[in-house]
């Protein structure tokens, strides 16, 4: 169904079946639950998602969207779990995203309250988590690299790194800054969505406690860590996650992940997201432009824009990062 100013009239999408929808989704599922064992299949499952998603509909959807040059998807089911803005066509070449602009909402109740509640932000302040510290969590490498990036996007900055990025400072800050970015580790729960957290110094900070206290002037949260856009397998119709509850809490924007995304290419999208909103350009098409910089970046630009030792770098002419599992898994929640 397509709903704009002139009403609503249904889109015809007859490959895109209940049946299709549950074997696509369970085969991602069961790739990404093994990723760990055999990540070429991982990989290969990823990109063979967004070509089954073309070819179920999204060719028909973006042929439909022809006449402008952004759209916002409400999504149901097990649809929530997948990457309809990366849908790909197998020959032709190109994503969804490259010819209109594709956001994500839970609902348009939500998405019309975070509207609104964009229109009274200031725009002057970022809260940064910086890789919080604590002894069970792996090291961030690339958290300062996005740090950095961060807090050059805003005059003032409340920047919690290590052991500082505790539940307490987070929740106050969260009321102070019109931006927030995230650089942590994530837990996601698909069966308790309400117990989904980000992984702070003293403890997790759930999706549950967010709702508790909620935000009040942030305009983005940007949540730079793994799953932070999954709902519960068992329940996708309930769409609980951060991008919702941070939606429902008033915030207009929330950037999050649909699985474990890798962390030099997630800074590198980072630094050019945060570049972008720099230039001028609006959050939705920062992210979009972002990602076309991931899957464009040469072993050259990767290696200067994240500083990596000769022994590591990528080869200079390459594009390391041009299949989805490096950009895809972000969305945009909102408008």
């Not at 969590?137 to 790194?161: D, K, N, T, V």
Request: charged residues 20%.
């Amino acid at each position: 169904m397509r709903v704009d100013s002139g009403g609503a009239a249904p889109i015809d999408l007859p490959d895109l079946t209940e049946e299709a929808v549950v074997a696509l989704s369970r085969d991602f599922v069961a790739a990404l639950d093994t990723r760990h064992s055999d990540r070429s299949a991982w990989h290969q499952q990823v990109a063979t998602t967004c070509m089954a998603l073309w070819d179920l509909g999204v060719d028909r959807l973006v042929a439909q969207l022809s006449d402008v040059d952004a759209a916002v998807l409400v999504p149901t089911g097990l649809l929530t779990l997948l990457p309809l803005h990366a849908a790909m066509p197998a020959i032709e070449g190109g994503y969804a995203l490259d010819t209109v602009r594709l956001t994500y909402a839970p609902n348009a109740r939500l998405l019309l309250s975070g509207r609104h509640a964009g229109d009274t932000v200031v725009h002057d302040s970022v809260m940064v988590v910086d890789a919080p510290h604590r002894a069970d969590l792996s090291p961030l490498p690339f958290s300062p690299i996005e740090a950095r990036a961060a807090i050059g996007a805003r005059p003032r900055c409340e920047h919690l790194h290590g052991k500082d990025a505790t539940i307490p400072r987070v929740l106050d800050a969260l009321a102070r800054n019109d931006l927030l970015h995230f650089s942590c580790h994530a837990m996601a729960d698909p069966t308790r969505a309400w117990a989904s957290a980000l992984l702070l110094a003293d403890g997790p900070l759930t999706v549950e406690r967010i709702r508790q206290t909620p935000p009040r002037h942030a305009r983005l949260a940007f949540l730079s860590a793994c799953e932070t856009a999954v709902v519960s397998y068992a329940l996708p119709d309930e769409v609980i996650a951060f991008p919702s509850v941070l939606l429902a809490a008033g915030i207009p924007g929330v950037i999050a992940s649909l699985w474990p995304v890798p962390q030099a290419a997630t800074a590198l999208l980072v630094t050019a997201f945060y570049d972008e909103l720099i230039r001028g350009v609006d959050l939705p098409d920062a992210l979009r432009q972002a990602q076309r910089t991931v899957r464009e970046a040469t072993g050259s630009l990767i290696s200067e824009r994240l500083k990596l030792p000769w022994r590591s770098a990528p080869a200079p002419s390459s594009r390391p990062f041009s299949h989805p599992v490096f950009w895809a898994g972000f969305t945009f929640t909102g408008e």
